[in-house]
């Protein structure tokens, strides 16, 4: 790629990302528009959004949004001043050394816009030149700073769970125990036989407990009564405010015949559910799994992380997730079918890369513009037009790829679904860290080795090979890298605008009578998030020694996004659930892996580069590395995993003797209820809802 | 190698086996021996050797030798079982058809002698034969054999291990827990810390702590003290007997010179030893480690798995070990010590593999005559005897590796105390997992690769090409390793005679005063033991397939060791400690990387023999053996780390209302009292002396 082609493709992004905010700026205040860009607030805000996401606070953001989206911000605080610091010497001082190089060409500052972008990397570095341990004491350096940061993010935001802990209300997940797998004797209950082993074992501290059922036929029959009603509704919001007469807008028939015909099926609906439950509740359909409460965090604590049974696939016991955080539909008991399904996941993940990485050749194969040419004839005229050319080899495989691996989130969400995790927050816990393995091998490995040849796959095959293998074609791939960061400055942008969700707002707008229940903000999706900023940061950090160029335009879009982000968070996305800061020890490994990628990448460029002392003297990076890793495992970790005795007793002893704890106990009975099985005048309706439908029906 | 040469290595070994065995019948009842034979017992047993072994059941290898002795004998019956299925196998169905194969020569029955024992191997069918199925079908009927008994040993033994606690008498390391990288605040002591922390944490069950010392100076200064109390006793144990007029046997010295010259000594050891453990106590010497002991065994869970403080890195809690069983020299406690020195051991211990490659490389090229011949020219013409051929490249690069392999398992004994194991079971068990690893690195791999060529040793940095390059090698060295499992024939026949500890006893009676303190039996060294025996496993396994010729010598190795060791646990070893069959796990491990093995050395063969599709078809059976494994992993480790709560709260309400109970607390606060710190009368002998020394002194 050519300097005018790059300055092509930031232009159009550039331009993009300003209409698009500009758009924003002018539609957010609009009320049409207010349930989209404002759906957490009634109202839309006064003040300009820049202005107003960058005064926040973190208490505002963890207010607003919980820890889990101080976390999210985070990465974007870690990012910019890990790419700031490695702005500063990529281009302040590996740019201009691999410019003033001139193992590509002679020295010549005129005509600059045909230059190719690859005089800017360490290409064009004289090979065996000294000014090479410039970027190998960049690599150390830029090293450093990204592990002190590590370091001291991951201390600052276990400190932020603990507090969280410390300062948190009474709530039921810390009192709870997912108790799987319980054995039951012939002809006994579940709950008998989870009744008398608490009893037996935990008598002090036990204090009831809710078995599981399954609800797969029940929740079927009440998403089928949601929908009437819905139906129902909507059939009654379009007479009141127009009011057409009766027959024309649903055509052939007569809107009274409807209602009528909708309220009898709701009414053998009803009758359904109530036998189903009546069923479930008679034991017939017990899941050999129970959520079982104590009277202290600390009893609760006791029940997980000792083994409960001799048998150690028997009574295994996991932390509960918040009630309403619960994933009923799949609720997999038996150790041997999670174990199963596990490996079956495993596989299939597997495959789902694959099938990846031969649409992405395809995809790749685009920036070759030679080949699009012999695989479609007919289009050669048209490719030889200039910014045809320069949109499809600098542009096309981008839009292709971020339009692709959108769909990818919702796959792993299902796999991580399979593998039998009990809470949304687990679900989408396991889900991100699929994501990031998928991003990594289908974007970033996938595009570096097929953009020559597929085959290169098998450099895996020869571990020792990897680093020169690597140095030769992550360079190669540079300028895509390049313009497919300047492409997520729009991508960023679009966040902004909520084109999708804007679009749907639009179309319900003019057919009424499709209008669904979209009165509840959205949640943030975290687990295709997060993989999504790691990418960046990836990229950025392999980058950062073979092409120095990128650095800036992957800083931008981390501060685009850092506004972005803090003021969707306030304004849009409403947390589905709080993990207390679970999803940091992913974005810390991601930046890990990222960190000894390009240690591995930096040890193969020497050794092309002929500085074969500047590749030994590299090695000792990556275990210096990894040791860190290691050591932060170890210091960080834990406490995100579980709380410390320490922690617990202080929190029930201050609680002990507080009055509001009788009302929360006896709440805490009743907390971890299936909603499919609790009484028909509530379960159908969201509890936001103002007219109960159901009851009136 | 020929099969004359064979049959010589055989016809040798059986010599010496058979004559090793009947100097131990022999001897084993003369008076001067017992103490060598049966040093467990006062008396000799009349029962004949064999007999008694025979006749034995489990409950007495229990009684005689813990669990872990239990434990040993059943890797024995376990291989047996596995040994005599593959012997059927091998030698009635494949090995015939191996011989009757016409790919390294004609039928031809004459002359058997000078035949090469390749003719056994698989390498002697034809290509592409459809015979070969009959191998394929092998692969999979053992190892299906193979998981069988692994299963069911497992669960034998875990099941074992929880009837022995559940029938255990109190002990103190069910009640205790060491808490190392103790928190002091400046002035304080470590003691009060503790005392501080469990009174406010764990008040209902908290019992008291022993704070431990550093105690390496007393050691020293004890240790002077008991060699010059050994040198007193001998000097009068010399006297008393012989009655020698003083002078003539100690030389230039009066004997009562002597005498009063060590008592000299002796009062001043005595003086600072009582100086330097008031010193020790006086806090000066505290470490920043405690044992804690607790009223019931679920408090001391408790404290061990659930984190005890915010930071994962300070009040770090483990199993404590039975009294007797830990290990004061090294008590290593800060976090950081005990991380550090992991990985400089974790280096340390490959440096020692690669050592050992360079030397176990020289050995094999004894087993190449025409080497031999070009590096000592000068021994040309003995080489050239027919025995003397015979006996170097059959029999003594067997030998010296035999020899050279003793040393190694002190090493890393050393390399576990340097981790921070605190018992001396921890120690042996973490021992025996890296001298399982370098038995697999230095005996195994070393000798298949550097047979050939030290270089070949690359094969491991490029995977893909392991299978068909082990498939090469692995049959080249058949020959070898089969005279080195009938040479092993010997050294466990020479377990019996103890021949060191004869040799030993034999110049302790001549030289009386050398003769040191040796009326304690000696232990079972698991850490070495075991790795050697399952070595042999892994030979059998990895040439079932490739030369079955190798299985009957294996069948009689485990037949011998069978009955040496279940005589020797009687007689001989007495158990040093009991960590109930927590060496099981390794054995288990052990053989699956042997089953693993065998299956990629199959896959191999087949692609070699030209049947891609039994390399194909042969790919599931390592998957679903490792598959097996994690099931195992699952379903009986966490037997072998911690005792259920289940097994902990039963075993409580038994004990609760005993009255022997308060004697064993009174006596559970000084259990961990550090023997060096014990007041000096007792300090400096051993129990079962009877005249104490120090005291008289």
Avoid at 41 to 68: K, M, N, S, V
Avoid at 407 to 413: A, D, F, G, Q
Avoid at 417 to 442: D, H, P, Y
Avoid at 648 to 666: N, T, V, Y
């Amino acid at each position: 790629m050519i300097v005018s082609a790059l300055a092509t493709s930031v232009g159009i992004n550039l331009g993009l990302t300003v209409l698009l905010a500009a758009v924003y700026s002018l539609l957010r205040r609009r009320p049409p528009y207010v349930d989209v860009y404002s759906p957490r607030r009634p109202y839309a805000p006064l003040e300009p959004w820049l202005a107003a996401a960058w005064r926040r606070t973190e208490e505002d953001i963890h207010a607003a949004a919980g820890l889990d989206g101080v976390v999210f911000v985070r990465i974007f605080v870690f990012s910019i001043r890990v790419f700031a610091a490695a702005a500063v010497l990529g281009v302040g001082v590996l740019m201009p050394v691999n410019f003033l190089g001139d193992q590509l060409r002679q020295i010549d500052f005129s005509d600059l816009p045909n230059k190719s972008v690859d005089l800017f990397s360490v290409s064009n570095v004289q090979d065996g030149s000294n000014k090479l341990w410039l970027h190998f004491s960049a690599a150390y350096i830029i090293t450093g700073v990204a592990c002190y940061l590590l370091y001291y993010e991951y201390k600052y935001i276990s400190g932020k769970r603990l507090e969280y802990f410390m300062t948190s209300k009474p709530l039921p997940q810390h009192f709870t125990v997912l108790v799987r797998a319980i054995p039951v004797t012939d002809g006994g209950s579940v709950s008998d036989a989870v009744d008398k082993f608490f009893k037996e074992y935990h008598s002090s501290t036990y204090l009831s407990h809710t078995v599981v059922h399954q609800t797969g036929k029940l929740r079927r029959l009440l998403n089928d009564a949601e929908n009437i009603c819905t139906k129902l509704a909507n059939i009654k919001s379009v007479r009141h405010p127009s009011g057409d007469p009766p027959g024309k807008f649903l055509g052939i028939f007569g809107r009274n015949d409807l209602v009528g015909k909708y309220q009898k099926r709701l009414e053998d609906l009803e009758e359904n559910v109530r036998m189903e439950q009546s069923d479930a509740t008679r034991s017939r359909q017990e899941v050999a799994a129970a959520f079982v409460s104590f009277r202290s965090r600390y009893g609760a604590a006791n029940a997980i992380y000792i083994r409960q049974s001799d048998n150690p696939t028997e009574w295994q016991t996991e932390h509960a997730p918040d009630p309403h955080d619960v994933y009923w539909p799949f609720f997999s008991t038996s150790f041997m079918e999670r174990w199963i399904s596990k490996f079956v996941v495993f596989v299939a993940s597997i495959l789902l890369i694959l099938v990846f990485l031969l649409v992405a050749a395809f995809v790749q194969g685009l920036t070759y513009m030679e080949q699009l040419e012999t695989w479609l004839p007919f289009l050669k005229n048209i490719l030889e037009i200039a910014v045809v050319s320069q949109l499809i080899t600098g542009y096309l495989p981008s839009v292709i790829l971020h339009f692709l691996s959108s769909y990818v989130p919702s796959i792993m969400k299902l796999f991580s679904t399979m593998q039998g995790f009990i809470s949304v927050s687990g679900i989408e816990r396991s889900a991100c860290n699929k994501m990031l393995r998928f991003t990594i091998w289908s974007v970033f490995f996938a595009n570096v080795l097929t953009g020559s040849v597929l085959g290169q796959l098998k450099i895996f095959l020869d571990p020792k090979e990897i680093p020169s293998r690597l140095a030769v074609v992550v360079p190669a791939q540079a300028s895509f890298f390049i313009t497919y960061v300047v492409t997520s400055w729009t991508s960023i942008a679009s966040e902004l605008t909520q084109t999708a969700s804007l679009l749907y707002h639009l179309w319900g707008s003019c057919a009424k009578c499709c209008k669904r229940d979209d009165s509840k903000p959205p949640s943030m999706h975290y687990h295709s998030e997060i993989p999504r900023v790691l990418l960046f940061g990836l990229l950025g950090l392999t980058y950062f020694i073979v092409s120095p160029l990128i650095l800036p335009f992957v800083l931008v879009y981390f501060c685009l996004g850092y506004f972005i982000y803090r003021n969707q968070l306030f304004n849009v996305y409403s947390p589905k659930y709080d993990t207390g800061g679970r999803f940091w020890p992913i974005v810390h490994n991601g930046t890990i892996f990222s960190l000894v990628l390009m240690h591995i990448i930096a040890i193969g460029v020497f050794g092309l580069k002929k500085l074969p002392l500047a590749s030994s003297l590299l090695v000792p990076l990556p275990v210096l590395t990894l040791l860190f890793n290691e050591y932060c495992r170890n210091r960080f970790l834990p406490i995100f995993k579980a709380y410390s005795t320490e922690a617990l007793i202080k929190k029930d002893r201050e609680e002990q003797s507080k009055p509001e704890m009788a009302e929360f106990f006896s709440n805490l009975v009743t907390a971890y209820c299936d909603p499919a099985m609790k009484p028909i005048q509530r379960s159908s309706n969201s509890d936001d809802r103002t007219t109960p439908l159901l009851s009136s029906a």
